[in-house]
């Protein structure tokens, strides 16, 4: 019985995050001016790829994650793709977990009550957050509807070998990285070189069709700490 109310606590505090998290959407959505927007406009054109700042409160979505981490680890596929010597890139590599978030399917599938509730509330979070940002992204990218989501994980030593995911058409993907214990970035091909954003508290990454990208393998930062980075993938057509 004494469990009872630091579970509750838990699932309020899980709540009330992402509650926030989609109010930062919606005040950011509405802040951003047309000179903002017209100047990430351009580097999109440019590079395919373009990081905002300060768009969320950092915790709004690392406690969330967290818990997920922590609660509902079984429920992440770890997904490994083998490394191939093979210089054209044709068999990118990686390794890391992800979570699709698809609340029905998954819960005739698992029957886990639990990660069913949880599923429910990050696609709703996940769908808010996605029509705050549709015009913003229509602006900058010309995409028009949100179509899915996703969570990656990477833990100490996962990566995302270099690739260009052309396969999937003209998805632009809206990308929410949050790193723990760690320093993590994305890295974007531009001008013959790799260029690198970091997981800045609070920043989207809003990725276009075709661009190629890695993640570098999840370091250590010290030794008493397990890295861990979470990414909240919002897709867009
Ligand atoms: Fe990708």
């Known amino acids: ?34 000179e903002a927007i017209a100047q990430q406009c351009a580097e999109f054109k440019e590079v395919g790829f373009v990081q905002m700042e300060g768009i969320f409160n950092r915790d709004n979505l690392a406690v969330p994650f967290r818990q997920i981490a922590q609660d509902f680890r079984a429920q992440f596929n770890h997904a490994l793709k083998p490394e191939r010597p093979d210089i054209s890139k044709a068999h ?67 990566y995302l070998s270099i690739h260009n995911d052309a396969q999937l058409g003209d998805r632009v993907n809206m990308l929410l990285p949050v790193t723990f214990d760690a320093t993590a970035c994305i890295r974007v091909l531009y001008d013959e070189r790799l260029r690198v954003y970091y997981d800045l508290p609070g920043c989207i990454n809003i990725l276009g069709p075709s661009v190629w990208h890695d993640v570098p393998p999840l370091l250590r930062r010290d030794a008493d700490t397990t890295p861990l980075r979470m990414n909240f993938v919002i897709r867009y057509e």
């Open 92 to 158: 990118t590599g990686f390794s890391l977990s992800r979570i699709f978030l698809e609340a029905e399917i998954d819960a005739d599938r698992h029957g886990d009550q639990g990660w069913f509730e949880t599923q429910e509330k990050l696609l709703q979070t996940a769908e808010t957050i996605a029509h705050s940002m549709t015009p913003v992204l229509q602006r900058i990218t010309g995409v028009t509807r949100f179509v899915g989501c996703k969570i990656f994980a990477y833990d100490e030593g996962d």
């Open 1 to 34: 019985m004494t469990a009872q109310p630091a579970k509750s606590n838990r699932a309020a505090l899980f709540e009330q995050h992402l509650s926030a998290l989609q109010a930062d959407f919606a005040r950011a959505a509405a802040a951003l001016t047309e």
